[in-house]
Structure formats: C-alpha cells, structure tokens
C-alpha cells in the first residue's frame, strides 16, 4: 500500500484549519502550523499527526517551515491556508498596527507560505486558500478584513495562473459567517455556518480528479428550511 501523501493545515489551531485537519487526517499525514504550540500539540496528539510551531507573518518561520517540507524528500499533495484574524473597527478608528497585523496574517502569510512550497509541490498537488464572502463587498467596520480577502482572492487568481500549467490546482473556499473564535463578536450574525461543513468543503476539494479545475466554491448558512441553524453561544 502507498504511503499516505502529506498534507500541510496553516491556521490548524481552531476553527475551520482544525475541523479541516480532523477530516483530512483519515487519507493525509497531517501537518498542522500556527502560532500555538500547546494547541496544536493536542490535535497533532488527537488526529495522529505532527505539527510545526510558525507565525505565517515571519518569513523566517515560514522559510523554517519549507526547510522541513524539504527534508522530507517529497512535497505535498495538499496546503490549506486557513489561517485568518479580524479587528472590526471604523476606518477612521483602526489602528495602523491592527490593520498592518490584519493584512499580514490574511494575505501575506499566504504569499510566504506559497513561495517557499511552490518549488516542491508535484502535478497533481493542490492548494486550497480559505477566503471570506467579505472579499466580495466591503462592509462597515471591516475595512482591513474585506481588503486582506479580496487580496487573497486576486492573490490565487494569479497562483493559479502560474501553477496550473504545471498540473497544480489552486482553489478558493470563500464561506460567509462561520461559528469559529474568530466571529465570537458581539453584533455578528445569528446565522452561521458550522466549522466542519467548511472542512468538508475542502476535504471534497482534495478528492478530485486532477484535470478538474474549480477556481472558488463560496458557502453560506441558510436562513430558511430544515437547515437553517441560528449562531450559539461559545
């Protein structure tokens, strides 16, 4: 039997990266990345996989990070980049810190990631990038968070320029609100989507052929029928 091939989840300490994570782990090695250690060292315990401590904003940490991609002497089959912060605020009272430390862990991690896997990832490999329906209209006090997506959205459009005619498919995954920390905010909506059926979105991206080329999937919650679900308490 074939060795499982490897799977690298960026953001894998909560929310949509560590469902994701969980599911995957059933046909991946699962390589779990993000800044909390004592995190990551319980899901790497609970799933069987390992797990590399790296702030995705460090071009050090994410050049570390390839190195041990590299030592392994094959590339991944699989990247998902999940990782992802907000600071709601009006323009007129964000800090240039809040949105400097927005944009860097949203788009620019996803740059340094990118550029240091690219040159091991084999025909047949994808990366999956996790957006936001905010990439898609700005809304108030989200300034910095609908930018950072809308970038990473232009960002894989031009990755996948590049990489697909090498036989490597890039994807987005854009859901609307989801009931992860990261939306543990007073004022958001009461209708959100569970972290898991995110994940599952991309464990479905993982399993397709490789000559079908899905540029974005964009998810939301339903607001009517059987399986409307209003936010929880968390």
């Known amino acids: 039997m074939d060795a499982k091939r490897l799977a690298i989840v960026v953001g894998a300490s909560s929310g949509?990266?560590?469902?994701?994570?969980?599911?995957?782990?059933?046909?991946?090695?699962?390589?779990?990345?993000?800044?909390?250690?004592?995190?990551?060292?319980?899901?790497?315990?609970?799933?069987?996989g390992e797990f590399v401590a790296a702030d995705v904003t460090s071009a050090e940490d994410m050049r570390r990070l390839g190195e041990i991609v590299r030592e392994r002497g094959r590339g991944p089959g699989l990247v998902v980049y999940s990782a992802g912060v907000m600071r709601p605020s009006p323009v007129h009272r964000t800090g240039v810190e809040d949105w400097d430390h927005v944009l860097s862990v949203n788009l620019r991690g996803a740059f340094l990631l990118a550029r240091e896997l690219i040159p091991v990832l084999e025909p047949g490999s994808r990366i999956?990038?996790?957006?936001?329906?905010?990439?898609?209209?700005?809304?108030?006090?989200?300034?910095?968070?609908?930018?950072?997506?809308?970038?990473?959205?232009?960002?894989?459009?031009?990755?996948?320029?590049?990489?697909?005619?090498k036989g490597?498919?890039?994807?987005?995954?854009?859901p609307?609100?989801?009931?992860?920390?990261?939306l543990d905010l007073p004022g958001t909506s009461p209708f959100q989507l569970e972290a898991v059926r995110v994940a599952e979105v991309v464990d479905w991206l993982s399993r397709l052929p490789t000559d079908v080329v899905i540029k974005k999937i964009t998810l939301r919650a339903p607001v009517k029928g059987p399986f409307a679900r209003e936010g929880h308490d968390r």
Do not use: C, M, W
């Open 168 to 174: 490597v498919a890039v994807h987005v995954v854009a």
């Open 16 to 48: 949509i990266g560590a469902e994701t994570a969980r599911i995957l782990a059933g046909q991946y090695e699962v390589l779990l990345v993000a800044r909390r250690a004592d995190r990551l060292r319980a899901l790497a315990d609970e799933i069987g």
């Open 176 to 182: 609307g609100p989801t009931a992860t920390p990261l």
């Open 128 to 165: 999956v990038l996790v957006s936001s329906v905010a990439a898609d209209k700005g809304q108030p006090n989200l300034s910095a968070y609908a930018a950072s997506k809308a970038g990473l959205e232009r960002f894989a459009e031009s990755l996948a320029a590049e990489l697909e005619p």
